[in-house]
């Protein structure tokens, strides 16, 4: 059987943990076959991020273009954008219809610190989002208000509904506790989605690999509540299975084809 065709457009991480590299390796797990827009180049490993190159916005919508003009694309996610005018190049094609079940994950700042967007270049496709999915720290940036306890994360995932996105997700996957608890906000109401906490330092790219699995499970055919479910059960599998690895002197990758539990 022919598999369904996904989409990122993202940057890429030369640690291969986080970025466009991260959502391929999803893609593949999943079941799905990926394509990708790369939107800047990035010099980084387990320990932080050295260097980022944007990519000329032409380049990138000439990247986007070739995409679509010969794949089947069901559905597509959002990373690092890097500037104003590739978001709003994105934004168009989102607005036109060309990007189904589009995923928004509002990359804002690198776990190290280093700050990858403006809040400016994610809100330009918040509108045209099916589902967003931003961290406590990305939701406290995107609404202006403090995001640490699971009543804030429900306020800013109603907040951020508000400003177009049909779903929000905030994740607590970097909350204390014994708990990885996430907020998902819709038409249907809200609701938590409970996991117990992964012990390991190897978590790089949570965030991007969350948001690659939605666009998975949505392109399949799966309902928002679904989807995002899924994604959490992943998740935790491959948290579990790069629980022991040494890889790398920092925060190592996941494990992204692990079925062991």
């Known amino acids: 059987m022919t ?5 990122t457009i993202a940057g890429s991480d030369s640690g291969g943990g986080a970025g466009i590299q991260a959502d391929l390796k999803v893609f593949a797990a999943l079941g799905a076959y990926g394509t990708s ?9 387990t320990r932080g991020v050295d260097a980022v ?7 990138v919508t000439d990247q986007l273009e070739s995409v679509l003009a010969d794949f089947s694309v069901r559905a597509v996610k959002t990373g690092m954008l890097g500037s104003p005018a590739v978001a709003d190049a994105v934004a ?26 403006a809040v400016p270049v994610v809100e330009r496709l918040l509108p045209s989002a099916q589902v967003a999915t931003p961290n ?12 640490e306890t699971v009543e804030e994360m429900i306020a800013a995932a109603t907040a951020l509904t508000a400003g177009g996105p049909e779903y929000v997700v905030v994740t607590g996957g970097d909350a204390e506790g014994d708990e990885a608890v996430d907020v998902l906000h819709g038409a249907g109401g809200t609701t938590l989605l409970r996991a117990a906490r992964v ?11 969350f948001s690659a699995a939605v666009t998975v499970r949505l392109a399949l055919g799966d309902a928002v509540p679904v989807a995002v479910a899924a994604a959490k059960e992943y ?3 491959a948290l579990i299975g790069a629980r022991d690895w040494e890889l790398g002197a920092g925060s190592g990758p996941l494990d992204h084809f692990n079925w062991s539990v």
Do not use: F, K, Y
């Open 3 to 7: 598999p369904r065709t996904v989409l």
């Open 37 to 45: 827009v790369v939107t800047a180049v990035t010099a980084q490993n």
């Open 235 to 237: 998740v935790t599998r």
């Open 136 to 147: 406590r720290a990305e939701a406290a940036v995107l609404t202006g208000g403090r995001v």
């Open 199 to 209: 012990p390991t330092r190897h978590h790089h790219g949570t965030g991007c690999s």
């Open 92 to 117: 168009v094609a989102a607005r036109e219809g060309r990007l189904p079940h589009l995923v928004v994950d509002p990359v804002l700042v690198a776990s190290s610190g280093h700050r990858l967007s």
């Open 53 to 59: 190159l944007p990519l000329p916005p032409q380049t």
